[in-house]
């Protein structure tokens, strides 16, 4: 019995050591590294230097635009994202012929074979003067300026990150039980408000992951904004580039990395919690 | 050569590079393009295709067959490298960076690897106090004379009577300005930043280098490009948050934005205002009368070089 016992222990431990190892390397240890260094100085030329002082805290207000430009673009960006992916997550699991399914699946992944740096490149020449606003300028629509602006950032934003959120709602969808939508229509409810009462609150899990996923993804980008956004619209992930690598100012860079981590965890919390008190269940499918 | 399975291939490697350096040739900017993409980390491995050739040999000295060099894109010509190789058998691997402080931070970090890199004047005394390069032997270096150097340039190489960079390439940083679009002639920075608020609102473009942007904004008050006072650099702070919300973009890969006429005038370096100009002959390249910052990008052997004796070759080539 005890033999037993400590056989399947040794078992659970050593299936999970190779990704707790992992987890401890490369999550943990950076982390507490990430902690020491914001309580740090930055050393005369650059990078760090020991001490123990919250100044780096006290100086976050320094890079207040980086995070406002954060923490309103990016859920903005999520809830774009949303807005786009849900009609195709439903087209896709409820609506389209069987035998397309799987190909129209491939569609929406294939992009991801290419770089997001490629792609986001080939932005700036389809918004800049001679892409769209030059075909605009037949049409008599004069000088118009697309890149650059917060407006082409969220463009980017969509386009990147759109295949991120359809695929989680489309799971969830496509696990629905259509004996459910039967029995809504049996019972005498109207397609919307089966829709309302039914498939859109089932769906929840599916829309929360996908938001928490780019919302979280989009905490930390960096690429996006820098090309579309012609460094101007300035992310948390821009603001800790700058500080890594230009300033060599290690440690406030580490207190904001510390602070962007306290944030996630938040909006990962509050997502949880919203998709659990309207679905009435604790199903969580982060990917 | 004997049959291999490069026999079958479309292009020799010799042919693909030479491509690839056509292809360079074009807009693409030099330090920001890898900035942004993060591909300075990555490694172009140009020569160990080559490494692989048939070399003669050279007794001298033991050079090995790799070396590894830290320097900036488009920045090389590639014969001079496969020159090398053919010379000495030792196949150089190229490491592009998108700033100084980047290549510092993974030569601090160390085991880098590289056996030379390609430093700008004012990160050498950096390196030297923090001891990660040393005093160059220039008894290796023969085809190195101290009175060709004219000491403007090549000041920064030396310190305390040392020698522990030499001199690569120098240029300027001015401004390239499309002159079609912007007609009225200018020649200071202040003017410049002017324009950057008037004729010039939303079509100008800055470096997002701290240097040259701060430098090149404290100039424009007649201060030094250098200057450490706090007064000075505060005018230039407020100048420059004054002059943001008028720029087009913040941005050192401003090549593309000026070929494609988004942008009217731009913060350059001397390179870049070549290109645009052979390409558009309207794009004009100035320099601020008030003066500015003239670089010179150095040689220089890390401590921990693997392969000095390479480093020392290449060198001497």
Avoid at chain 2, 15 to 41: D, P, W, Y
Wanted: charge should be neutral.
């Amino acid at each position: 019995m005890l033999a037993s016992q400590f056989r399947s222990k040794l078992l659970t431990a050593l299936l999970l050591a190779p990704a707790g190892a992992w987890l401890f390397v490369f999550l943990v240890l950076p982390f507490i590294a990430i902690i020491v260094f914001s309580v740090g100085e930055r050393a005369p030329e650059g990078g760090y230097q020991a001490a123990l002082t919250m100044a780096q805290y006290a100086n976050l207000p320094a890079r207040a635009a980086a995070f406002w430009n954060t923490l309103i673009l990016a859920p903005i960006g999520a809830l774009a994202c949303l807005l786009v992916a849900y009609p195709v997550a439903y087209y896709l699991a409820l609506k389209a012929p069987e035998r397309w399914r799987l190909i129209l699946l491939a569609l929406i992944v294939i992009p991801f074979w290419t770089s997001l740096l490629m792609r986001t490149y080939a932005w700036m020449y389809i918004l800049g003067g001679r892409g769209i606003p030059a075909l605009l300028a037949y049409a008599g629509i004069e000088d118009l300026r697309l890149i650059n602006t917060p407006g082409a950032v969220l463009l980017g934003i969509v386009y990147g990150y759109l295949p991120l959120m359809i695929l989680p709602i489309y799971v969830s969808l496509e696990r629905l039980d259509r004996r459910l939508l039967e029995a809504s229509a049996d019972l005498g409810a109207t397609p919307i408000s089966t829709f309302f009462g039914v498939t859109f609150r089932l769906s929840l899990p599916g829309m929360t992951t996908g938001f928490s996923l780019v919302m979280i993804l989009l905490l930390g980008e960096y690429l996006i904004p820098t090309l579309l956004g012609g460094g101007k619209v300035f992310f948390i992930g821009n603001a800790l580039v700058d500080l890594f690598l230009q300033s060599r100012n290690w440690p406030f860079g580490s207190a904001i990395a510390v602070t962007l981590v306290l944030v996630s965890v938040v909006v990962l919390f509050i997502a949880n919690r919203v998709s659990a008190r309207f679905s009435g269940t604790r199903q969580v499918d982060l990917i | 050569m004997s049959k291999s399975y490069r026999d079958g291939l479309p292009v020799t490697s010799e042919e693909l590079v030479h491509q690839l350096a056509r292809l360079k040739r074009g807009s693409i900017s030099r330090r920001h393009f890898l900035g942004v993409t993060g591909l300075g980390i990555a490694t172009a491995v140009l020569g160990r295709e080559l490494g692989l050739l048939p070399t003669p040999a050279h007794a001298a000295e033991n050079l090995g067959d790799r070396m590894s060099i830290a320097t900036w894109p488009n920045y090389h010509d590639p014969a001079t490298f496969e020159n090398f190789t053919k010379e000495t058998g030792v196949a150089v691997e190229v490491n592009v960076f998108g700033s100084n402080e980047e290549m510092l931070a993974k030569l601090q970090a160390g085991g880098s690897g590289w056996s030379l890199f390609v430093p700008t004047n004012y990160t050498i005394s950096t390196y030297m106090k923090l001891g990660l390069i040393e005093p160059l032997e220039l008894a290796k270096l023969t085809n190195f004379d101290a009175k060709s150097e004219d000491k403007r340039f090549t000041a920064e190489g030396t310190i305390d009577d040392t020698v522990y960079a030499l001199p690569k390439n120098w240029g300027t940083t001015g401004f390239a300005v499309n002159t079609k679009k912007l007609a009225k002639p200018m020649t200071t920075w202040k003017e410049f930043w002017d324009v950057a608020m008037a004729e010039g609102d939303g079509r100008t473009m800055v470096h997002d280098y701290q240097l040259t942007t701060i430098g090149n904004a404290l100039k424009s008050f007649g201060f030094s490009f250098n200057s450490l006072k706090a007064d000075e650099l505060a005018k230039a702070e407020e100048l420059l948050i004054k002059v943001k919300p008028h720029l087009f973009a913040v941005s050192s890969d401003y090549q593309p934005s000026m070929r494609a006429g988004d942008a009217w005038i731009t913060m350059c370096w001397t390179n870049d205002g070549a290109q645009l100009h052979r390409d558009i002959p309207e794009i004009a390249y100035v320099l601020g009368k008030e003066g500015g910052e003239i670089w010179t990008d150095f040689f220089a052997i890390p401590k921990d070089a693997p392969n000095k004796p390479a480093g020392y070759a290449l060198l001497t080539i």
